[in-house]
């Protein structure tokens, strides 16, 4: 089957770095999104990856690896504002998005 | 610019009474709609999608229905809610099949049936 794992909760502080990983098996691969969702609204797009290494936008980056099914988001300066879920998503063979359960991170000032 | 606006934003409903949410894309022709519930602390889970007008595709057999009567125009129907259909349903949509596009979301409508 189909699976996207990534960290249920992860804590970090204001001003500090933070890394989430993504582990994903898919049937083909078209793409891997990172989606940013505050509490209470809809999802928003931060960024794709379809090659291989690191793409940077802003305070925030993405990381792929397609031979080891691994993504990660870098998020620097942290602010108050990071604190959201932050959704990974494969598109497959089918350019049909698989969703991962999300990872709520908490920033403490 | 492309906008997407689904409504109503909150519903509480009854079980057993009926469900018709609405989803309107602006902007663009011919995009794919999604329907997407998301349970709490749950990833998003695909309910339909389209890629025309009356072209409907269910990913989960349930009490739901679809339709898209218009290009852009995306409506998610119940006749009889159940409690386990109360979550966060977000409308979506992107450019055309095959694409590699992002996805743009509705503003969400959360529904609580009691």
């Known amino acids: 089957g189909q699976n996207i794992d990534q960290p249920t909760e992860m804590t970090a502080t204001e001003g500090a770095i933070v890394q989430i990983n993504c582990t994903y098996q898919?049937?083909?691969?078209?793409?891997l999104f990172w989606y940013q969702q505050h509490a209470g609204e809809a999802p928003t797009f931060l960024s794709y990856?379809?090659l291989d290494g690191l793409e940077e936008k802003g305070r925030f980056s993405s990381f792929l690896s397609r031979s080891k099914g691994y993504s990660y988001l870098l998020l620097k300066e942290l602010q108050m504002k990071d604190s959201a879920s932050y959704l990974c998503?494969?598109?497959?063979?089918?350019?049909?998005?698989?969703w991962g359960a999300g990872t709520k991170l908490i920033i403490k000032p | 610019s492309q906008t997407i606006h689904q409504w109503p934003a909150t519903l509480v409903q009854p079980v057993g009474s009926p469900l018709s949410l609405e989803c309107t894309v602006e902007?663009?022709?011919?995009?794919?709609l999604y329907w997407y519930r998301q349970a709490a602390g749950r990833g998003l889970q695909l309910l339909f999608y389209?890629?025309?007008?009356?072209?409907i595709s269910s990913e989960v057999p349930q009490n739901l229905s679809a339709s898209r009567p218009q290009d852009r125009q995306f409506i998610l129907s119940s006749k009889k809610l159940l409690l386990s259909d109360s979550g966060f349903y977000l409308c979506?949509?992107?450019?055309?099949?095959?694409?590699?596009?992002?996805?743009?979301f509705g503003e969400g409508s959360r529904l609580t049936v009691l």
């Open positions: 979506a949509w992107r450019a055309s099949s095959g694409d590699t596009g992002e996805l743009f």
């Open positions: 389209s890629v025309g007008i009356g072209q």
């Open positions: 902007g663009t022709s011919n995009p794919n």
């Open positions: 898919t049937s083909g691969f078209n793409g």
């Open positions: 990856n379809v």
């Open positions: 998503a494969v598109m497959d063979s089918n350019y049909q998005l698989i």
